[in-house]
């Protein structure tokens, strides 16, 4: 039971770095957009995309934090308490991006605007850089058992945190951009179309690099994680990873941007499932496997019933969801959003 | 029903992860949890009654086709997008709070709450998506099927507090679990989730919510009113709200003196430090006001024997005092009895200015006219939201010293990292800025035109 | 509905909530004083905020 508890945790993990990931994307095209002039289209264009989704795809967050703590509880009090520094900055980035994302909406002057787009754009590329890194610090056995035992800093800081952090940085620019350019698709505006391909292009041979050169720090770094990534589960995943990325760039090359959403996805995916395959049988690296880590059988017993009882509700409001996003049920008037402040 | 404090006596548990040893900023670690509650829970009153109030406007849009209802319910809808946004992120922090302040806590009893949170993260699921729904999909869906879709949004409200409000009331009542050799052991989470504790406090939260949620949206046009903008638009928009609220002020007495009597019973100690009552008595007295000092409440007014009335329904009943246990397991008296007798007044205050605008209309089908009644509503929405914070005030901190009532201290739930007070001003700074930024925003919907929407 | 049934509806329910929950302890009285308690104010919304009632136009300046 305690797999079927990691499988969900890291279904929901994968699902946030999908869709919470291309969110926290957008705020970076946001902050690379240009000046208040030039920026407008495309900031217009995530404005109107992350709307409707956002808070739902955050709250995937919260669901791998609950089954966390309640499937692996040792685990998680030792991961948080060691790794205090990072998450209180993605805590903090969360706070900041939600609410300058919520806020900008109202924002009545250019001025206004421009500061809370400064605030979600700066927030958006953070966020995700220190989760990455504080996931990076659990995979490369950072994470001592016990009270806040492990080292503040450099539990974060190696190559190997460091790099899974610019990976999520770069990952999610790469989806959110695949995922703008179906939008602006679907929109009728050739001109974002061709601007979020370009980006999406750029993005995925730069985040196809990174993981290139994340396999090699993790092969002279932690060569146990290396050796799992190699062999079995761990290998199938990456390949299947590195395929799905090729495809998606074939896919994008050729305009389809429906199906690319998808290979993305996969790509990504790919990684995720991967690293739990290399690192297992452990939760915490050399610290803690999955089983000594696992709550009662009562307790699991009861997350997986209210899990599954709950997946009967939830899996088709989401259905609902991304169904009337994608038929652009839901959509609003494009404008570009320096719109409004125009003389 | 086990004895709880003998079960401490017997076996303290270390938990998951040892003992922090001496956290010297573990006043700095109970003030950051305690701001960032303070920050959300305004917004969780907006999340459980909000909802409710825009469809019964839309329902009186759909039944009459009066175009005003439709304005304000769309109005209404906007902010509550954006409470329920600014939530969003200020309970992750509450989730995040967990891990980086009390992992001994989450380590040691994760296993035993954790189920409330896991169904709670699925409400929140729901209504995130079902919100999203309806406040984009305002003409973009069939006018009855938009109001089907508001429906989960107050459901999800309903379930998603009732299960948070299940793990406050495992700290205060924990059930569901042994401890053996300082293991906590044969857990039993469904029993910790519905324990006694979770009937009264959902209640009195619910109600609260819509009275907080409730005054402050009357006191908005409350102003408007005062202001002379007397249309159908605000009409409309100060009946509703102040409606609700007001039916809600004189049902929470009620639920209140459930709640108090439960406490009684189950927590003396708390009840005791209410009153700072050092001392067992028969008959025992109500202080209104007064400092606790040296074992007894100074300067205060007395009544004779209410305390008693109120904890016991007996005016002869008898209360148990703080010295029932030893002086390192009572809880601060002063701050619990000044929020508790806050709580307790304006919340009388609240259902006399209900009472007087329900019996208005009862006896004259008109709202009140006197001015004083309007600027008491402009007051009553800041003040039920004072109300709301000392409440939870009375009842968290009249739980210390323990985080899981009679079996872990705080102190051993805390984390052991350094640095504490540096998180605690980039904190309180942040949720400053974001006070601000909201309050600001807010105001500036509130003057544009309902047209604009 | 008429406005009378309803008045009297929500007057009942708000006394028999409160008989129920102060001089009793039980779960039962409990859950049936708080479901009055509840039904009173969902009545008392419809009884007040009745749209007859809310198109009234304010006649003092």
């Not at chain 1, 970076?28 to 995530?46: E, P, Q, S, Y």
């Not at chain 2, 009275?211 to 009409?235: E, N, P, S």
């Not at chain 3, 104010?41 to 007040?48: H, K, T």
């Amino acid at each position: 039971m305690a797999e079927v508890c990691l499988g969900l945790m890291i279904a929901g993990l994968t699902a946030y770095g999908l869709l919470a990931g291309a969110d926290f994307g957008a705020g970076f095209w946001d902050l690379t957009a240009g000046g208040a002039r030039r920026g407008g289209r495309v900031r217009g264009m995530v404005k109107r995309s992350m709307g409707p989704v956002w808070e739902a795809n955050h709250v995937w967050l919260i669901f791998v934090l609950v089954i966390f703590w309640t499937a692996f509880p040792v685990a998680f009090g030792s991961a948080m308490s060691t790794l205090y520094v990072p998450l209180f900055g993605a805590m903090v980035g969360i706070v900041l991006r939600g609410a300058a994302f919520a806020l900008r909406g109202q924002a009545a002057t250019m001025g206004e605007a421009r500061g809370l787009g400064a605030v979600f754009a700066l927030s958006s590329v953070l966020t995700p850089f220190f989760m990455g890194a504080a996931l990076g610090g659990v995979a490369a056995g950072e994470v001592p058992v016990g009270n806040a035992q492990g080292d503040p800093w450099s539990s974060w800081t190696s190559p190997i945190s460091l790099l899974v952090g610019v990976l999520a940085v770069a990952t999610g620019a790469y989806l959110s951009a695949v995922f703008l350019a179906g939008d602006s698709e679907r929109a009728g505006l050739p001109d974002l179309v061709a601007a979020f391909r370009a980006r999406a292009l750029g993005a995925a041979v730069v985040t196809g690099l990174l993981a290139a050169a994340g396999l090699a720090v993790v092969s002279s770094d932690a060569p146990d994680l290396f050796d799992g990534l190699t062999s079995g589960g761990g290998l199938v995943c990456v390949i299947v990873s590195g395929v799905a990325g090729a495809a998606t760039l074939a896919l994008l090359w050729t305009g389809r941007f429906f199906l690319a959403r998808f290979g993305g996805a996969l790509a990504v995916a790919g990684v995720t499932v991967g690293w739990v395959f290399a690192q297992s049988p452990y939760l915490l690296p050399g610290e803690l496997t999955l089983d000594q880590a696992a709550a009662g059988d009562a307790t699991l017993t009861a997350t997986l019933v209210s899990v599954a009882l709950g997946l009967v509700v939830l899996l088709p409001s989401l259905w609902l969801l991304y169904s009337l996003v994608l038929r652009g049920r839901l959509d609003q008037a494009y404008e570009p959003l320096d719109q409004r402040f125009r003389p | 029903m086990i004895d709880l404090g003998l079960l401490a006596q017997v076996a303290p548990p270390s938990g998951g992860l040892g003992d922090p040893g001496p956290q010297p900023d573990l006043l700095d670690a109970r003030q950051m949890q305690a701001m960032s509650f303070m920050f959300h829970i305004p917004l969780v009153c907006f999340g459980i009654s909000f909802p409710a109030m825009v469809l019964f406007l839309e329902g009186l849009w759909l039944r009459t086709g009066d175009p005003v209802y439709k304005r304000l319910a769309k109005r209404w809808s906007k902010v509550m997008l954006i409470m329920f946004a600014v939530g969003v992120v200020t309970g992750t922090v509450l989730s995040f709070e967990f891990g980086l302040l009390w992992p001994n806590f989450t380590a040691t009893f994760g296993e035993v709450f954790g189920l409330g949170f896991a169904l709670e993260g699925f409400s929140f699921f729901i209504e995130a998506i079902f919100i999203a729904i309806y406040v984009y999909g305002w003409d973009r869906i069939r006018p009855r099927l938009h109001f089907l879709c508001g429906i989960p949004v107050v459901i999800t409200g309903i379930t998603g507090s009732l299960m948070v409000i299940g793990v406050n009331g495992w700290m205060n009542n924990p059930t569901g679990f042994d401890v053996h050799g300082g293991k906590v052991t044969n857990v039993r989470p469904w029993e910790a989730l519905f324990n006694d504790y979770l009937a009264h406090e959902l209640v009195h939260m619910y109600v609260a919510g819509y009275l907080v949620a409730g005054f402050i949206v009357a006191g908005v046009y409350a102003r408007a009113w005062l202001k002379g903008r007397r249309d159908r638009y605000h009409r409309v928009g100060l009946v509703v709200s102040l409606t609700i609220a007001c039916l809600a002020a004189p049902v929470q007495l009620v639920v209140g003196d459930w709640a108090a009597r439960t406490v009684a019973d189950r927590q003396p100690v708390k009840l005791a430090a209410f009153e700072g009552l050092a001392n067992t008595e028969k008959g025992a007295e109500f202080t209104i006001g007064g400092i606790y000092e040296d074992g007894a409440l100074e300067y205060g007014i007395s009544i004779p024997k209410l305390l008693s009335v109120l904890a016991d329904h007996d005016p002869n009943g008898v209360v148990k005092g703080l010295n029932t246990v030893p002086k390192e397991d009572q809880p601060p008296v002063n701050p619990v009895h000044l929020s508790f007798q806050v709580m307790v007044f304006i919340g009388t205050g609240l259902a006399a200015l209900a009472a007087l605008y329900l019996l208005t209309w009862w006896r004259k089908r008109r709202l009140p006219q006197s001015k004083w009644f309007y600027r008491g509503v402009v007051a009553a929405g800041p003040l039920a939201l004072v109300a709301l914070i000392a409440g939870w005030v009375t009842t968290e901190v009249g739980r210390q010293p323990w985080v899981v009532y009679d079996v872990m201290r705080t102190s051993q739930a805390v984390t052991a990292a350094d640095g504490l007070e540096i998180g605690y001003v980039f904190l309180a700074v942040l949720y400053a800025s974001l006070a601000v930024a909201v309050f600001w925003l807010l105001r500036r919907l509130s003057r544009q035109p309902a047209e604009a929407d | 509905m008429t406005i009378k049934r309803l008045l009297v509806a929500t007057l009942l329910t708000g006394f028999l909530g409160v008989a129920l929950m102060i001089p009793f302890e039980g779960p039962l009285t409990r859950s049936l004083g708080t479901t009055c308690l509840i039904a009173f104010c969902v009545l008392g919304a419809f009884l007040i905020a009745s749209p007859g009632y809310l198109a009234e136009e304010e006649d003092d300046p």
